[in-house]
């Protein structure tokens, strides 16, 4: 559980970066840093059975993706990718199903 709740404790700092990066459209290039970040440090949970604790935070970075317009589509493409595991490891179906398509 250490592993789990320091992963955590980083992704929460993450996220707290993440509301000012999308508070002032000068920041914009911070949502990306903030979205690469937010994956390396949240990789540790990306597997079977612990995607679970990625469901409070992952679908918060992944609204903050979709504002990045039309470049790096492979970028947000992978994100909702593993934010679709992450649904189908929590057994929401529909919504694993909704990022599939929007990927």
Known sequence: EGLVDQTLKALDLVLKALEIATGDDRYGFLVYNASVVYWRTSRALQRKGCYKHLLPSMPTMAEAIKS???DDNEWK???WVALARVYDDCEEADNALKFL???
Do not use: I, K, T, Y
């Open 77 to 79: 493409a992978r994100f």
């Open 68 to 70: 990045l317009g039309d």
């Open 101 to 103: 398509n929007d990927a």
